[in-house]
C-alpha cells in the first residue's frame, strides 16, 4: 500500500520542477490526482500497474517465479492500454513479444528505474530465502526490460531494504542508515552525500539518491513521502520506492487515513490481498517460494 499511495501521490508532481510545484502547491501533501497523466485523485501508475501484474504472476504460480510468467504478465498489462508505460519497458516487452525471450541484452542504457519500481512482489515473496536466490528472482524480473548492473545495483538494494525493515519486530525502530552507507562504499555514485537531488529523472541513480536523502532525512512514513514528491522529477517512482521502503519500515499504521481513503478502492484492496498472499509463500513465515530460470 506503500507503494500505491507514494504513486498515487507523486503522479501529481512528475516532470514538476521543485520551484513549479511550490508556485502551485506551496507544499505538495495531498492525494488529488491530476499531473500530466491528469489522473483522478487516488488513481495510481505504471509503478503500481506493473508491481501488481507481476504479483499475480507469483500469485498465480503457486509461489514459483519465472521470468516467462513476468514477461507474459507484462505483455498482458502492456495490452490493455495502460495510463503510462516507460520507453525501455515498452522496447523490452516488444522484444519479448518478438523472441519469446524473457530477457533484454546487456547494455548500459538500460540504466532507468523500470526494474526497480516493480520489484516489491519479489521481495515479499522471498522474504527469509537465502539471499542468492532473492538475487535470482530480482534480476529475472528486472531483465525482461533493463538488462544493466547499474540498474541491477539499485534494484537489489531496494529489496535488501524492504526485507530488513521487514525482519524488524517493532514497526518504526529499524534505522536503515548503515545499509544505504554500506552500500553507496561499494557504489559511490548512489551516496546521498552531496548536493540535494532535486528533479531526479529516471536514471536510476538520480532516482534512488532522491529516495535515499528523503528516507535519511525523515523521521516517518508521511514526512518521508512528502519530501521526496515534492523533488519532483519522476516523483511518481521515487514516491513508489520510497513508499515501499517506509511501508515495510512504519507498517500500515503509520500511513495517513487522508491518503489510504484517497487511494482507488479496487487498487487499495488488491495491495492488501496481494502483499499477504505473497508474503504467505516467503520462507521467513513458513512458505516455499520457488525460483526457476525461465
Ligand atoms: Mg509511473
Ligand atoms: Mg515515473
Redesign the pocket.
Known sequence: MGLAIG?AL??TT?FLTPREIKAQFGVHKDIVGGGW?HLKPGH?????EMSLALGRAIHEHGGIFSAQAAAEAFSTWMSRKPV?I?HTVRRGISAYRRTGLPFVADNPMNAGNGGA?RVLPVALATLGAPWDQVLRAIRLQAHVTHTCRLADAGTEIVVALIQTALRTATPGTNDLTPLVEIFSTDWPEFSPNGKPETNPSGFIVHTLRAVFQALLLSEGFETGLINVVNRGG?A??TG?ILGMILGATHGTTAIPKRWIKKLNPVTRSACIEQAHALLGFSPAIGGTHRTLTL
Do not use: K, P
Request: no cysteine; net charge negative.
Open positions: 504513486d507523486g503522479a512528475e497523466l495510481v501508475t505504471d509503478d503500481t503510462d516507460g519500481m519522476d511518481d517512482t513508489a
